[in-house]
Nanobody
Framework: QVQLVESGGGLVQTGGSLTLSCVAS????????MGWYRRQSTGKQRELVA????????TYAGSAKGRFTISRDNAKKMIQLQMNNLKSEDTAVYYC??????????WGQGTQVTVSS
């Protein structure tokens, strides 16, 4: 089973930028989908932020469009999420997700992003 390690979270001011990275422990299938989800507070459901296919086709949640960019490097077994113009409502724990060709989900441990005004 693939394991995912996230990095890049932290504290940033409103309007600032952060880049999250997620590295897989083994090669990922080109038929897989990888993405970022977030949970904005305890008890809230995890929501999709952005995802990308093995062929590099991205999908964004409405809140991420125009501000966030997801990218994927299959050779490096990595995805990244470039987040610009961050807002307080982007504060959340961000989770990397890997969905294999069998639709099984694997999650990273999560990385905290805090946006302060």
């Amino acid at each position: 089973q693939v394991q995912l390690v996230e990095s890049g979270g932290g504290l940033v001011q409103t309007g600032g930028s952060l880049t999250l990275s997620c590295v897989a422990s083994r090669s990922t299938s080109t038929l897989s989908i990888m993405g970022w989800y977030r949970r904005q507070s305890t008890g809230k459901q995890r929501e999709l932020v952005a995802q990308i296919t093995g062929a590099g086709r991205p999908t964004y949640a409405g809140s991420a469009k125009g501000r966030f960019t997801i990218s994927r490097d299959n050779a490096k077994k990595m995805i990244q999420l470039q987040m610009n113009n961050l807002k307080s409502e982007d504060t959340a724990v961000y989770y990397c997700n890997y969905r294999g060709p069998d639709w099984a989900d694997t999650w990273g441990q999560g990385t905290q992003v805090t946006v302060s005004s």
